[in-house]
Every structure is written in structure tokens, then in C-alpha cells.
């Protein structure tokens, strides 16, 4: 095996690891902010990338009102999972779990409004982030030019999670409100404010990741329910649920895993080693390997 | 009042009698769910037959009446109106499932109720030499002789002597890998390497460079759609230059829209091609594009061609009793058809044609037609 093929298959594990980094960020986001995990999470994921397809390629409308409208369709549609979900599950004494598997059932419920209006067929993403056979090459190893769109959003992302939740008032009213509701309140925390923004923040950033991944996932129902999803969320396991840098850097780890079991061990049991790795890291250290940047405060 | 009670009644009763001089016929396909394109297709292709044969006076003088019921592409949904279509509705003959697993669960529906059941789905499974269901037809090649034809392009053709293989993990794929490892050993000829890439997987860099690095000088595919895109674009972008064949999956527009401009140069095995200039081909074509202002795409044909099948199958009969027609179905009938001569093999399949072709960024262009 000559050195730059390995190289390339490092590079391609960076490259689809950082798309499940880049689910994991909403993960960590939605938990840093108002400790819940959404299951329906990847859910914004599909909605924005068959949104931002209907208006631009049904409808014809232009790249930048297209991507405004899908983003903004879905940061609405995480303000109804608050009064439409969180809220009707804690007013009635619902809590965590609860809420767990309400979401389960809401992200099987987008797949199948998808099917129903759709198809099941996936659809081709235009060609708005270059064409299928558009690729950057450097030193004998190539990536489609996507990639790049990508690894520039996951680290403005990183580093805008990062400052807003550290470094603002509105991210210590987040992280304040999740800790104990009722003493932000006391405080002087609009609690009813940082929890609407902590759900629609949560399902932009994973919107703007639908559109995004969409070139390489495909206008799909994969987006909505694959393993993307899980691999997601397990980036965000790794990271303990509250490092967005950890989150990133959890999703490429799992990628290079991914491809590497592949090259040197088999394709057959490549999700089998990637998982049997990740259950092996909840078992002896179940707060995540990957957090640095933030402590539990 | 009276005389507008006396009007209802009257229409009522001439539409229950229009009703019983008509022949129920049932398209029980997908409109919902994962294979929701193909069933567009087939109610269209069936539809059009049933247009063309009632605007001929019918069969024997009455009317073919198509009744469309959606299995949503799952097969618990196909058992529920496969049983309505065939002991409530009490149809004569019921077209689909088209799911391969819809049928395997299904068929035996058909033959309690003795009613022939015509299906365009693709699995060696369910051949009449292994589920010995006399009422049970296919209506397009299976993929037994899709793979080997495919095989035998890939090594006689191409001249392909260190095939490398690319799998997907369904029954569709592991049937197709079977069937190639079968007819490349038959031809003293050895898979290099076979690599599986699981449906949803978007990167196979691994896999590609295990087959480069293994010495494959041709690659088979054996996958759905979009991982055959996945893989063709990656092909490309580690600029692996290997001819690529690939299965039916891999012949279809599903396929070519997701994989854009990576698909150029890709062989696939199809099983109907509208660009093929037979006379029957052209005019299904044509009416299907007059019809319905696009063009037909698999298996739109093979529905098309099991309604001329059934509607000359009731003229022979001289009934519409189930027995009867799956009688002469399976060994008095041969018709010529959109996919040529078609007749009931040992298999219970109609056909063996397929097309192999080569897609040129537009369409596919036919490189040879095989029966």
C-alpha cells in the first residue's frame, strides 16, 4: 500500500468524520442549553436540505433566499417543538425521558410527512457547492470541493457555540437556565426567552448542516434518519455532551475509524468496529474523552 | 319527487350492471413510500394498455376496469390490499406487488384464491422452480439473468480478467453477488477483491483503494442507486480509470441524476432502454409520451405488456375463471410485446431481455440487446 493512498484515506476520514462533528455541535448545543436531548435532532437536517430543494430547484428561487427561507422555516419549526413538545411534557410533569421519546417519535414523523410528499427516492442537491466531479487535489490526494464549504462552517460554528455560550451574557442565561430554571429566574433570566432561543438555535445550526451535507448525502431520507444521526450523536457523546470543539474533533476520530477498519480490516464489519470502539469509550468513560475546552461549572 | 327517486334508482342500477360486465382487474404497486417513482410508472404503463385494449371494444365485448391500490412499498401494506383486491373485490387478476419481498410474502394469497398474479419484481427467490405457485407470473427478466449477462459483457466485451467487486448488504445485492461469483468461477475467472458498502454509507474511499491496491482491472457494481453514485464519484476523484459495469440499480435515471457527471462512461445492464429502435418499443413510446407528456422508464413496459398478456390470455380462455387463465398463461400463450416475444418459461418468467448500455451524460446509449 504506497503512503499517499493511506494519506488519502485519512483525509476522506476527516472529511466524513466532520460531518457527523458537524451534527454533533446541535446535539451539544440543545444540552449545554436547556439540558434535553432531541432525538429529532437530524430532523432539521432532512427538513432544511428538502426546503432549500423545493425553493430552489422546484421553485426556482435564488441561492441566498432559498437557503434564508429553509434556515428560517426550521428555526421556526424548533420554537413549535418547544410549545408544541417541551412545554405540553414539563407543564404536565414530563421530564428528560419524556421528552426523549417524544422526540423519537416526532423524527419518525418527519420520515414518513417525507415519504408521504416526496418519495422515498433520493433527489440530487444542485450543484450550488461545485459539480460532482469538482475536486481539490494536493499531493496525490483529492476531496470533492464541498468539503472545504464544509470545514469552513464547522469551525465558524465551533468557534460562534464556543463564544456565544462562554463569553456572552445570552450564553450564560442558556447555561444558567438549564442548570436551574427557577433560580435564573430569580436572578433576573428571561427564562421564557433563552429557552425559545436555545431551540431554535439548536435546529438552525443543524439546519444550515442539512443544507450543507446535502451534496453528499443527497436530498434524502438518510438525512433525516440514517446513521448520520446516530453518528451525530455519538460525536456528541464523546465530547460529554458540552464541548462543541470536542464534538468536532469526536465526529473526524470516528471517521478515520471508520476508514481504516475498511482498508485493513473489512468493509463487512466496518460500522461493527466503529461502534464496538464507541461503546468501549461509554463504558470507561462515559463523560466523554473529548472535552477541554469547557468544564462542567 | 317520485320521478327523481325513480331516476336515481335507475342510474343506480344501470351503473351496478355496467359494473358486473366489466373485467376487475387489480395494480396493487407502490405511491407512497421508498419505491413510490416506480409505481407512477407502473399505473401508467398499465393504465395506457387498459386505455388502448377498452378503446378496442374490450375483451370478449366488455371492458377492462383498473383498479389502483397502494402497498406504500411495504409488505404488510401488500398483504392488506393484495387480500382486498383478491377475496373482497374479487378481482380476476391482480398486478404487482413490484417488491420482490412484497411478493415472497403475498403470493400465496393469489394461489388460495386461484387468481393469476402477474409482478414486475426482480428476485431469483420466488421463480416458479422454487415456490411452485402455478399462478404466479413475472413480467420482466430476473436478475439471475440480468447478473449473468452482465458477467459475460464484463469478461467477453470489456475483456475484464481481474473483476473487482462492489456490494450493497440487501437481498437484492448478496442474490446479485451470488450469481456473479457463480458465472465469473464458470468462466475459470476469480473475483480479486469484493468490497460491501452498506446502504447510507457516503464514503468508500476504503473500499476503492483495497480494490486498487488488490489489481482490479474492472469494476462490477452491485448496489442500490445512491451508493452507486457514491461510488462512481469517488472513482473519479481518486482518479481510478477501470471500466465500471453495473446492475440494474445502475442502468436508471435514480441513479445517473445523484452521480451527474461521474456517470459518464458507465456500463449498466437495464431492463428496457426507450431509446431501442424495435417497432413496438418505439410505438409504446410514443403513445406513452402522447399520453402522459414524459418518457416511460422500467418497469412501465412490463405492466404495459402483462395487461396486452391477460387481456389475450381471457380471449384464449374464452374465460375469465383463474384457473383457467393461469392455465393458458403458463403454456398456451406466446405474444409479441414492447419487451419481444413473450412467453412463460420454466421459471414463469415472460421474458430474459435485457439491454446492456453505456450512458453518455444524456441517456443511454444501447451497446447491445440481449434475450
Known amino acids: ?297 | 319527487m317520485k320521478s327523481k327517486i325513480f331516476a336515481t334508482l335507475l342510474v343506480l342500477a344501470l351503473l351496478t350492471a355496467l359494473s358486473f360486465g366489466a373485467i376487475k382487474v387489480a395494480l396493487c404497486a407502490p405511491f407512497t413510500g421508498l419505491g413510490s417513482i416506480l409505481g407512477d410508472y407502473i399505473k401508467k404503463g398499465a393504465k395506457l394498455a387498459v386505455e388502448e385494449i377498452n378503446s378496442t371494444g374490450g375483451v370478449l365485448g366488455e371492458q377492462i376496469e383498473l383498479t389502483v391500490y397502494d402497498t406504500a412499498a411495504n409488505p404488510s401494506t401488500a398483504m392488506n390490499v393484495v387480500r382486498r383486491a383478491l377475496f373482497s373485490d374479487k378481482v380476476v387478476a391482480v398486478f404487482g406487488p413490484n417488491m420482490s419481498s412484497a411478493v415472497l410474502g403475498v403470493h400465496q394469497l393469489a394461489q388460495q384464491a386461484k387468481t393469476p398474479m402477474l409482478v414486475g419484481a426482480t428476485s431469483p427467490s420466488f421463480r416458479f422452480t422454487k415456490v411452485h405457485n402455478p399462478f404466479l407470473f413475472r413480467l420482466r427478466a430476473d436478475d439471475d439473468v440480468k447478473v449473468s449477462q452482465l458477467v459475460k459483457y464484463a469478461v467477453d466485451v470489456l475483456g475484464i480478467k481481474k473483476p473487482g467487486v462492489i456490494y450493497g448488504s440487501t437481498d437484492y445485492c448478496l442474490a446479485a453477488l451470488d450469481v456473479a461469483k457463480r458465472e465469473f468461477g464458470a468462466r475459470g475467472i476469480e473475483i480479486v477483491d469484493a468490497e460491501q458498502i452498506k446502504e447510507g454509507e457516503k464514503d468508500a474511499t476504503g473500499q476503492l483503494l483495497k480494490l486498487k491496491n488488490a489489481g482490479f482491472d474492472g469494476l462490477i457494481g452491485l448496489t442500490h442507486e445512491p451508493e452507486a453514485a457514491v461510488v462512481v464519484k469517488q472513482l473519479r476523484q481518486l482518479e481510478i480509470d477501470v471500466p465500471i459495469i453495473g446492475f440494474s440499480a445502475w442502468g436508471v435515471p435514480a441513479f445517473t441524476d445523484l452521480a451527474g457527471d461521474a456517470a459518464i462512461g458507465v456500463y449498466s445492464v437495464q431492463g428496457f432502454n426507450p431509446n431501442d429502435s424495435e417497432l413496438a418499443v418505439r410505438s409504446f413510446v410514443a403513445h406513452y409520451k402522447s399520453k402522459w407528456g414524459e418518457e416511460p422508464s422500467d418497469p412501465a413496459q412490463a405492466y404495459y405488456d402483462g395487461i396486452y398478456l391477460l387481456a389475450k390470455a381471457i380471449e384464449i380462455a374464452n374465460s375469465t375463471d383463474g384457473e383457467k387463465l393461469a392455465e393458458v398463461l403458463s403454456n398456451q400463450l406466446e405474444m409479441y410485446g414492447v419487451q419481444g416475444m413473450l412467453k412463460c418459461d420454466e421459471h414463469h418468467n415472460f421474458t430474459s431481455i435485457c439491454y446492456i448500455s453505456q450512458f453518455d451524460g444524456e441517456s443511454w446509449t444501447i451497446i447491445d440487446k440481449l434475450h
Not at chain 1, 198 to 217: R, W
Request: glycine share 10%; with cysteine; net charge positive.
Open chain 1, 1 to 297: 500500500m504506497e503512503t499517499k493512498d493511506i494519506l488519502q484515506n485519512l483525509v476522506s476520514g476527516i472529511a466524513i468524520g466532520s460531518t457527523y462533528g458537524l451534527i454533533g455541535l446541535g446535539v451539544v448545543f440543545l444540552w449545554q442549553s436547556i439540558e434535553r436531548i432531541n432525538f429529532a435532532n437530524i430532523s432539521s437536517a432532512m427538513l432544511s436540505a428538502y426546503l432549500f430543494y423545493t425553493f430552489y430547484s422546484e421553485i426556482g428561487m435564488g441561492f441566498f433566499i432559498s437557503f434564508v427561507l429553509s434556515v428560517g422555516i426550521v428555526a421556526l419549526y424548533g420554537l413549535g417543538l418547544r410549545y408544541l413538545i417541551h412545554e405540553p411534557i414539563t407543564k404536565r410533569g414530563g421530564g428528560r425521558l419524556e421528552f426523549v421519546v417524544a422526540t423519537l417519535m416526532i423524527c419518525v414523523l418527519w420520515l414518513n410527512v417525507i415519504i408521504v410528499f416526496y418519495g422515498g427516492l433520493p433527489k440530487p442537491f444542485p450543484p450550488v457547492f461545485g459539480k460532482a466531479t469538482d475536486f481539490v487535489r494536493f499531493a496525490g490526494v483529492s476531496l470533492p470541493v464541498v468539503y472545504f464549504y464544509i470545514f469552513l462552517v464547522v469551525a465558524i460554528l465551533m468557534a460562534f457555540l464556543h463564544f456565544l455560550l462562554r463569553k456572552t451574557l445570552v450564553g450564560k442565561s442558556l447555561r444558567a437556565t438549564a442548570q436551574n430554571k427557577e433560580v435564573a429566574q430569580l436572578m433576573g433570566v428571561n427564562v421564557n426567552l433563552t429557552t425559545s432561543l436555545a431551540f431554535m438555535l439548536s435546529t438552525t445550526v443543524v439546519g444550515i448542516a442539512g443544507i450543507l451535507l446535502a451534496p453528499i448525502y443527497f436530498v434524502s431520507l438518510e438525512l433525516g434518519g440514517g446513521s448520520i444521526g446516530i453518528k451525530g450523536f455519538s460525536a456528541a457523546v464523546m465530547a460529554g455532551l458540552i464541548d462543541p470543539y470536542g464534538a468536532v474533533v469526536g465526529g473526524i476520530l470516528l471517521g478515520i475509524i471508520e476508514n481504516f477498519s475498511t482498508l485493513f480490516i473489512s468493509s463487512t464489519y466496518r460500522d461493527v468496529i466503529s461502534f464496538l470502539i464507541l461503546v468501549a469509550v461509554l463504558i470507561f468513560k462515559p463523560k466523554g474523552i473529548f472535552v477541554w475546552s469547557l468544564h462542567r461549572d
